[in-house]
């Protein structure tokens, strides 16, 4: 790989939920990192690999060294990616390739963009312009306004300001048992309970995403001795979690353990890395 050059980092990612897993944050990272910019072969053994950009060779072995973690958790951690449609992976009985979702949206070439804008002011200035290139400029207008996901903002062009998506019920429930399978079990999952996680969903921007889910799970129950019953008999449940009060106390801090430890140390960093994007870089 040429360790020469750079990639953009789009402002919008802070409504992704990804900069509130700091692990999954900087893995994402690290394989925009990797990925090619410009078409190119590559011999993995004796097979040459035909890249594109945006892909990059993978395996979890040099992964895990690179990034310094197991290789277990290289694997869920590109599961989680692929899971949420941000890349693919296309894999052999040696390596996998992966691909980096929209890459020729966010990572076009500067000489390329600036191409663009010179086309489209020039079929403004006569008037002439292609219905694709209309798209285009739309697109532009919308950069800000969309998430990765592709989920409209209350700052659309449009002016008005749109629903947020649907709560996935499902599939953070699903999240809850791979997360945390030493709690309850959901066994049914009512009106009132439904209507709760909902309304947590719909509270905060940033918790509309399954990765913040899955972020807040191991960071603020997974830590805490007394939700996950290691100090008495008893055990949060997910529909206990949810519900108004106790979900305020837990974002509180009211169930970290006393003296903090590690984790408290791993949430004070993400915040301050989220405020740091979100602030552009000013200290």
């Given at each position: 790989m040429n360790d020469s050059g750079w990639v953009k980092l789009w402002r919008k990612s802070l409504k992704s939920g990804l900069p509130q897993n700091l692990e999954?944050?900087?893995?994402?990272c690290w394989c925009l990192l990797q990925a090619t910019h410009q078409p190119c072969k590559v011999m993995v053994g004796y097979q040459e690999v035909h890249l594109k950009p945006g892909q990059f060779i993978f395996g979890r072995k040099k992964a895990a060294q690179e990034f310094g973690i197991s290789e277990s958790k290289a694997k869920r951690l590109i599961n989680s990616l692929k899971s949420t449609?941000?890349?693919?992976?296309?894999?052999t009985n040696k390596f996998s390739i992966i691909t980096i979702v929209n890459w020729d949206t966010y990572q076009v070439p500067e000489s390329e963009s600036d191409q663009q804008?010179?086309?489209?002011?020039?079929?403004?200035?006569?008037?002439?312009?292609?219905?694709?290139?209309?798209?285009q400029e739309e697109e532009c207008k919308n950069v800000r306004s969309k998430s990765p996901n592709g989920d409209s903002s209350?700052?659309?062009?449009?002016?008005?300001?749109?629903?947020?998506?649907?709560?996935?019920?499902k599939k953070i429930i699903a999240i809850y048992h791979e997360e945390l399978p030493e709690l309850p079990t959901v066994q049914v999952w009512g009106d009132t309970s439904r209507g709760n996680l909902k309304a947590r969903w719909r509270e905060d921007p940033a918790r509309q995403s399954p990765e913040w889910w899955r972020w807040f799970f191991c960071e603020y129950i997974r830590t805490s001795d007394f939700l996950m019953g290691r100090v008495k008999e008893w055990q949060a449940s997910?529909?206990?979690?949810?519900?108004?009060?106790?979900?305020?106390?837990?974002?509180?801090?009211?169930y970290v353990n006393k003296g903090g430890g590690l984790s408290q140390k791993r949430r004070e960093t993400a915040r301050e890395l989220y405020n740091f994007i979100e602030n552009g870089g000013d200290e």
């Open positions: 999954l944050w900087g893995f994402f449609n941000r890349l693919t992976v296309q894999a804008s010179d086309r489209q002011s020039d079929q403004r200035a006569t008037g002439k312009r292609p219905a694709s290139d209309h798209k209350p700052n659309s062009h449009s002016g008005t300001a749109s629903a947020p998506p649907e709560c996935p019920h997910l529909d206990w979690i949810v519900k108004p009060r106790n979900f305020q106390k837990i974002m509180n801090g009211l």
